[in-house]
């Protein structure tokens, strides 16, 4: 069974520029988590996503946002890039992401704002 | 506000020995947790897991750990070997969907 794929898996951009970083999940999985990785914060949630509906955020600003398919692929966007966005991010998936269950992360994307 | 703490950022053990990888956690209302395995510019990956309600669970090499008095588990990799050279995270999750991640410690094994 095919893994977690996000694409595209490199990127930079400038300041001020918006992205937007695409994820499959694993087939037959619903759930759908992004996280961003910097040096300095470490591994942190961004939001959840099941059945196209975001049931979890974590604290970011407004200028990360996402949604998800009915195929349950999933997309994050970050509008108004700023430096500090500089991260990689990850995308998770699980069956249904309740209770007691393993989410399994793709590659990342590694995004570079200049 | 680091609800799970990795205190050793690093860790280097002879191959063949045993690699033992801690993690405290400060919310009593965590039921599952994780360890995951990262190369640079890789995702994580997932390795073993335990629920609140065990002490302990073993995946051929790999044992987790669970003090839920002490808020405290850990990783044992028995015998380490030269592939296990990585950065392991523990992570926990409330059963909200979210998973809360320790800062990481990257473990060296020396041939």
């Known amino acids: 069974k095919a893994g977690v794929t996000q694409t595209p898996r490199y990127l930079i951009k400038t300041r001020g520029q918006q992205v937007t970083l695409s994820c499959s999940p694993i087939s037959g999985h619903r759930s759908v988590s992004w996280y961003q990785q910097t040096p300095g914060q470490g591994l942190q949630f961004l939001f959840e996503?099941?059945?196209?509906?975001?049931?979890n955020k974590g604290n970011f600003p407004g200028r990360f946002s996402g949604r998800q398919f009915s195929n349950s692929r999933s997309e994050m966007n970050v509008s108004t890039l700023e430096l500090g966005d500089s991260a990689l991010y990850l995308c998770?998936?699980?069956?249904?992401?309740?209770?007691?269950?393993?989410?399994?992360f793709g590659p990342g994307t590694r995004l570079l704002v200049l | 506000d680091q609800q799970v703490k990795q205190n050793s950022p690093s860790l280097s053990v002879q191959e063949g020995r045993i690699s033992i990888l801690n993690c405290d956690y400060t919310n009593s209302m965590f039921d599952y947790f994780l360890w995951y395995k990262k190369y640079p510019a890789e995702g994580p990956t997932f390795l073993i897991s335990i629920s609140s309600i065990k002490d302990k669970n073993e995946d051929g090499r790999f044992t987790v750990f669970l003090n839920k008095s002490a808020k405290h588990l850990s990783l044992h990799i028995v015998p380490s070997q030269p592939g296990d050279s990585a950065v392991y995270f523990c992570a926990a999750s409330l059963g909200d969907y979210k998973l809360s991640f320790g800062a990481g410690t990257t473990v060296t094994v020396r041939a």
């Open positions: 998770a998936s699980s069956l249904r992401a309740s209770g007691q269950e393993t989410q399994y």
């Open positions: 996503y099941f059945s196209e509906t975001q049931r």
